[in-house]
């Protein structure tokens, strides 16, 4: 009998998501996102999670293709990349493994700029305007 393989997500944040519980607080919460990120290990005990962050889009775009081919599902909050990033739309596409675009606040509801999201086509869905249970949401989505 073989042992089944758990799921492995990558949750994936873009610029300024590092600076959760201290940025606009009314907008985004006061909690940061490490320690969110151990509640949802602990939550999701047969998922193999991974967080990694950055602020800058060749990063991001870097971990995409690192990961895109060996992870069964990323979670990605691209942040204000989301909405003028093509290369990151490009990476997205150019990879096997699913992604769920994801926003902490309803984008839809905030800056007209904020209502189109470059990457959007190429994910497999979206989950925007629940607070942090976005990605508990699209972990369970997966």
């Known amino acids: 009998m073989s042992i089944p393989k758990k799921m492995k997500i990558l949750i994936l944040n873009g610029p300024n998501l590092n600076l959760l519980g201290k940025r606009e607080t009314t907008i985004y919460g006061s909690s940061d ?3 969110y990120f151990d509640s949802l290990v602990e939550q999701f005990p047969e998922v193999e999670l991974s967080y990694f962050q950055s602020n800058i889009e060749g990063v991001l775009i870097d971990k995409l293709h690192e990961v895109g081919f060996s992870h069964d599902g990323i979670v990605f909050n691209a942040g204000a990349y989301t909405h003028t990033s093509i290369a990151l739309a490009d990476a997205i596409a150019a990879i096997t493994t699913p992604v769920i675009e994801v926003h902490i606040s309803n984008t839809h509801a905030r800056e ?4 189109h999201s470059m990457i959007a086509s190429k994910c497999k ?3 925007i305007g629940f607070g942090l249970k976005s990605y508990e ?3 369970c989505a997966f």
Not at 112 to 115: A, E, I, L, T
């Open 125 to 127: 869905g979206i989950i």
């Open 33 to 35: 996102f490490e320690t």
């Open 137 to 139: 949401l699209a972990i």
């Open 112 to 115: 007209n700029f904020r209502k």
